[in-house]
């Protein structure tokens, strides 16, 4: 199975509240990267964590990563219609040299 | 600053034929990388390239190939299309440092490959 695993597969929410995707990875890595994509687009850089740090902010993003459970989540803040959107975790494994991206979270934001 | 850019956007082949996709990276990346996306689906990495060279490939048969030319423009070839080839072929480039891990990706927008 993919090295990064996200979860929900999919979540729906109305305008204005939280969502929480969560990303479980399987072996040690250097760091752990959020993306996110519009439909029939490419894939958008949100935000890069280090192995040592815990957690980062980004506007209304906020990453957390947990070694210890192999896990990173991903909080956005009063959401938006526009953030509908599927977001991938990535990982960078340790010793290796690609980043492998999970299935991704579809994130569907009602208006 | 111009971002990674792909050519064509679209394609439609049958089985059987070849193809080959473009990209062009940001000003100032070496890396370029190849993925596959079907349908719904993630990401599955095909290849990548640094200074001109194959660094890594993913698990895909030898009819998926591609080069990396002086310019850190890229081509990927697939020879003998088959019908589970149909997907969105995403590029993306990065700053090379050693380990190329830590450096975030920047997407081009696929090139979007039928097959008929």
């Known amino acids: 199975s993919q090295q990064g695993e996200e979860d929900p597969q999919a979540l729906s929410i109305q305008e204005g509240e939280n969502a929480t995707m969560n990303c479980s990875y399987k072996t040690s890595i250097n760091n752990l990267q959020w993306y996110r994509q519009n439909s029939g687009r490419g894939l958008v850089h949100l935000i890069l964590?280090?192995?040592?740090?815990r957690e980062k902010h980004s506007g209304r993003l906020r990453v957390t990563l947990d070694t210890s459970k192999k896990s990173s989540s991903l909080l956005i803040t009063a959401s938006r219609a526009a953030d509908t959107a599927s977001y991938f975790c990535a990982t960078a494994p340790s010793g290796g040299f690609k980043t492998i991206f999970g299935a991704g979270t579809r994130l569907f934001v009602k208006a | 600053e111009a971002g990674v850019t792909q050519s064509p956007t679209h394609l439609i082949k049958t089985r059987g034929q070849q193809v080959t996709l473009r990209c062009s990276p940001i000003s100032g990346h070496t890396s370029v990388y190849w993925y596959q996306q079907a349908l719904g689906l993630g990401l599955q990495f095909l290849l990548w390239?640094?200074?001109?060279?194959?660094?890594n490939r993913g698990n895909f048969p030898p009819r998926f190939s591609g080069r990396q030319f002086p310019n850190y423009s890229s081509e990927l070839n697939v020879n003998a299309l088959e019908l589970e080839d149909s997907a969105l072929y995403l590029c993306?480039?990065?700053?090379?440092?050693?380990?190329?891990?830590?450096?975030?990706?920047?997407f081009g927008d696929g090139t979007r490959l039928s097959i008929l």
């Open positions: 964590i280090r192995s040592n740090e």
């Open positions: 993306a480039s990065s700053l090379a440092l050693w380990g190329n891990s830590n450096q975030p990706q920047h």
């Open positions: 390239y640094d200074e001109g060279e194959e660094r």
